[in-house]
């Protein structure tokens, strides 16, 4: 089992700044591929960041250059948001799953999620 723990969401201006944080705990061949989804009120949930097992990021086409994912050890992740928009507005779930490399496309190919921060971003 796996268990993450998001923190440091809130509200911001557009234009502003937040750092978003997933505390990871549990079997560690259960978490090779890690990533950052997004679920905006009457949305689907969809990809925002993600990396896999050699720490490679992928990233949506709508946060590049702006978003960036990291893995600082094995039981932290962060997303660095810069320049955030309002259509960034949503729930960000942490999530991770025992393939190598699950992909940033399609939630459902990881299997661990923590239950979500929220940002607010405000024009």
């Known amino acids: 089992q796996v268990q993450l723990e998001e923190s440091g969401g809130g509200s911001v201006q557009a234009g502003g700044t937040l750092r978003l944080t997933c505390a990871v705990s549990?079997?560690?061949?259960?978490?090779?591929?890690m990533g950052w989804f997004r679920q905006g009120t009457g949305s689907e949930r969809e990809g925002v960041a993600c990396?896999?097992?050699?720490?490679?990021p992928s990233y949506a086409d709508s946060v590049k250059g702006r978003f960036t994912i990291s893995k600082v050890d094995a039981e932290t992740l962060h997303l660095e948001m810069n320049n955030l928009q309002t259509n960034d507005t949503g729930v960000y779930y942490c999530?991770?799953?025992?393939?190598?490399?699950?992909?940033?496309?399609?939630?459902?190919?990881?299997?661990?999620w923590g239950r979500g921060t929220q940002v607010t971003v405000s024009s």
């Open positions: 999530a991770a799953d025992s393939r190598f490399w699950a992909g940033c496309g399609s939630p459902s190919r990881y299997v661990y």
């Open positions: 549990g079997y560690t061949a259960h978490r090779h591929s």
């Open positions: 990396i896999d097992t050699f720490s490679r």
